[in-house]
């Protein structure tokens, strides 16, 4: 393709937006309420969820805006042959598919570690003698998560919410893509083919399969997408409400 059909595929992609303008379902940022003079004692809850609480909205809107994006990027593909549309997905849709592939699980980490530091902080008024021992950021997992948290009222429906952000079968549907994007080779968007050879081991007998998995279709992907957006939008609005009740307890309002 020549520079001039790129920039008119740009320009089919935002007439394409201009002719589905369906809304975008966005978090808003204001929406903490905290006293407006913090003890200096709550000052490191009151920073940890200044912060965490923007950046869990930015990447939660960044899904969603991004997933829509890939939406109007499958209604092109299917106004070109098979040939343009290999330096489409080159150009513009595989670097926007590998951000939305891997968010969900970003998001599901960042709620962890979240969740964990501000039940922590909080237990240190609901709880006798607590110790400030959680683990280092850098441990921070599922299982540190559960233990400071399980005490709120609120945490329970959080933490089933949160199991659908990126679970098994996202993983399954998409062929284990973050994991192996990181760590091995992933399926391809829309055109190749990888995985050639597989080596396995059963019962301590090594064995090789030779095949290959198909690459990611746009048209499957964006609606998985959408419902892991669905599910990181409520986690969030199940956040909101254990972060309430902790702070009803901390400023005893």
Same mark, same amino acid.
């Given at each position: ?108 980490? =960042?709620?962890?570690?979240? &969740?964990?530091?501000?039940?922590? !902080?909080?237990?240190?008024?609901? *709880? /006798? +003698? ?53 760590? =091995?080779?992933?399926?391809? &968007?829309?055109?190749?083919?990888? !995985?050639?050879?597989?080596?396995? *081991? /059963? +019962? ?50």
């Amino acid at each position: 393709m020549e520079e001039v059909d790129f920039v008119e595929a740009y320009k089919e992609y935002w007439k394409i937006l201009k002719e589905n303008r369906s809304s975008v379902k966005l978090l808003k940022y204001d929406w903490i309420n905290m006293p407006s003079s913090i003890p200096i004692e709550w000052m490191v809850y009151s920073q940890y969820l200044n912060e965490h609480s923007q950046e869990l909205v930015n990447s939660i809107n960044q899904l969603a805006v991004s997933t829509r994006k890939l939406r109007i990027w499958q209604k092109l593909l299917e106004n070109h042959d098979e040939e343009k549309n290999i330096y489409i997905v080159n150009e513009f849709i595989e670097p926007l598919a590998t951000l939305c592939l891997n968010l969900p699980y970003a998001i599901r980490g =960042r709620f962890i570690f979240s &969740v964990s530091h501000l039940s922590h !902080q909080a237990n240190m008024k609901r *709880i /006798e +003698n607590w110790k400030d021992n959680l683990a280092s950021d850098n441990s921070i997992d599922f299982k540190a998560m559960e233990k400071v948290s399980k005490q709120w009222d609120a945490y329970p429906e959080f933490r089933s919410s949160l199991s659908l952000l990126s679970d098994s079968d996202f993983s399954e549907q998409v062929h284990n893509f973050r994991n192996k994007y990181h760590h =091995r080779y992933p399926p391809r &968007v829309e055109f190749g083919q990888t !995985q050639m050879v597989t080596r396995n *081991i /059963e +019962n301590g007998n090594v064995s090789y399969d030779f095949g290959y998995i198909e690459p990611l279709q746009v048209s499957k992907m964006v609606p998985l997408l959408e419902t892991q957006h669905r599910a990181a939008y409520s986690s969030f609005r199940k956040y909101q409400t254990l972060v309430n009740e902790q702070i009803a307890v901390i400023f005893d309002t």
